[in-house]
Nanobody
Framework: QVQLVESGGGLVQAGGSLRLSCAAS????????MGWFRQAPGKEREFVAA????????AFADSVKGRFTISRDSAKNTVYLQMNSLKPEDTAAYFC?????????????????WGQGTQVTVSS
C-alpha cells in the first residue's frame, strides 16, 4: 500500500504560482498512475491532471491546460503539480491520488489511494 501526503497549498494572488507536492511512502510511485483532483465548496470533485505510470503520458483538464504541469521525482518518491497563472476559480482543496495501473483515468473513483488534500486559495 502507498500513503500520500500533499503539501504546498496556500493563499496566492491571481496570476501567481504554487507548486503542490504529493509525497508517497510505503511503496514506489513508479508503480502507480497518478492523478490530481480538486473540490471547491459546494461543488463536485473534478479532475485536474494525471500522469501514466511510466510518466510518458499526461493529461489536463481544459480549464488548466497550458497553466498547470504534472511531474514526478522518483528519487524523492514525490509527484508535483506546478500551477501558474492562477485564477480565483482555481480555489479548491487539491488532492493527489494513486491508481495501481499503468494508465491514468479522469475518473476519481478508480484511484484507490488518496491524500488528505491541501487548500489552495486564489484571491482576485
Amino acid at each position: 500500500q502507498v500513503q500520500l501526503v500533499e503539501s504546498g497549498g496556500g493563499l496566492v494572488q491571481a496570476g501567481g504560482s504554487l507548486r503542490l507536492s504529493c509525497a508517497a511512502s510505503g511503496r514506489s510511485l513508479s508503480t502507480y498512475a497518478m492523478g490530481w483532483f480538486r473540490q471547491a465548496p459546494g461543488k463536485e470533485r473534478e479532475f485536474v491532471a494525471a500522469m501514466s505510470r511510466s510518466g510518458g503520458a499526461t493529461a489536463f483538464a481544459d480549464s488548466v491546460k497550458g497553466r498547470f504541469t504534472i511531474s514526478r521525482d522518483s528519487a524523492k518518491n514525490t509527484v508535483y503539480l506546478q500551477m501558474n497563472s492562477l485564477k480565483p476559480e482555481d480555489t479548491a482543496a487539491y488532492f493527489c491520488a494513486a491508481r495501481y495501473s499503468s494508465d491514468y483515468s479522469f475518473n476519481g473513483y478508480v484511484y484507490g489511494y488518496w491524500g488528505q488534500g491541501t487548500q489552495v486559495t486564489v484571491s482576485s
